[in-house]
């Protein structure tokens, strides 16, 4: 299984964007690049996904470098509720394509 | 309101007594999945299901059992439960479209 590399933490002042990196140099042609995040005591949240182009809605903006090799989730303005672990992740697109591997994440600290 | 629903959301139970926590979603996902979330270790898939009657092994599925009699029921069972299955097991839900996956609550186990 591919994997993914992300900074254990950041922080972000509010109101402010916020560029969240991930590495995943193995990752293979079939691979989905996921991000989730889970807020305190609560379950992984969806919150975007892409495979080559970038994808926008309404939660964030996803941006895959042109190799896949990497790829950067954007929060347009932090609020104090994005304050969670956001996850990068591959899925494949074949076989078991409902699994997903988490990695450690980022702890995403936002201060007001 | 869409949502995953897990039952119990806290147990206490003692070494091998036989357990079964349950999974339900009311978005008639076809796929299913059970995750336990170790500290340190991130979220591992214990078993999936790809539609009712299909199961399978995730990474972690020693000590587990699964079934998916109904579409909208994935229930995990411990038939007899060790402490190193102590952990917060989530239950996740998605469709054959676009796998955003849907998670549950959490449900916290602890086998003493």
């Known amino acids: 299984d591919a994997k993914t590399t992300q900074p254990n933490s950041m922080e972000s002042n509010e109101e402010e964007p916020v560029h969240l990196p991930c590495n995943h140099s193995?990752?293979?042609?079939?691979?989905?690049i996921h991000w989730y995040r889970q807020l305190p005591s609560q379950g992984p949240e969806y919150v975007i996904h892409?495979?080559?182009s970038n994808v926008n809605n309404r939660m964030a903006s996803l941006a895959i470098a042109e190799d896949r090799k990497s790829s950067t989730l954007i929060l347009h303005r932090a609020t104090l509720r994005d304050a969670a672990v956001y996850y990068c992740?591959?899925?494949?697109?074949?076989?078991?394509?409902?699994?997903?591997?988490f990695g450690q994440g980022t702890t995403l600290q936002v201060k007001p | 309101e869409a949502q995953v629903t897990q039952n119990p959301r806290y147990l206490i139970t003692v070494t091998g007594k036989k357990l079964t926590v349950t999974c339900s979603q009311n978005?008639?996902?076809?796929?299913m999945s059970w995750y336990r979330q170790d500290p340190g270790l991130g979220l591992r898939q214990i078993y999936y299901?790809?539609?009712?009657?299909?199961?399978d092994k995730g990474d972690v599925p020693e000590g587990y059992k699964v079934s998916r009699k109904e579409k909208r029921n994935f229930p995990l069972i411990l038939e007899s439960p060790s402490p190193n299955q102590t952990s917060l097991y989530f239950c996740?839900?998605?469709?054959?479209?676009?796998?955003?996956?849907?998670f549950g609550p959490g449900t916290r186990l602890t086998v003493t």
């Open positions: 996740a839900s998605g469709d054959g479209s676009s796998y955003e996956q849907y």
């Open positions: 193995t990752i293979s042609g079939t691979d989905y």
């Open positions: 892409g495979l080559t």
């Open positions: 992740i591959l899925r494949t697109g074949s076989g078991n394509t409902g699994k997903l591997i």
């Open positions: 978005m008639n996902h076809e796929y």
């Open positions: 299901s790809m539609n009712v009657e299909v199961t």
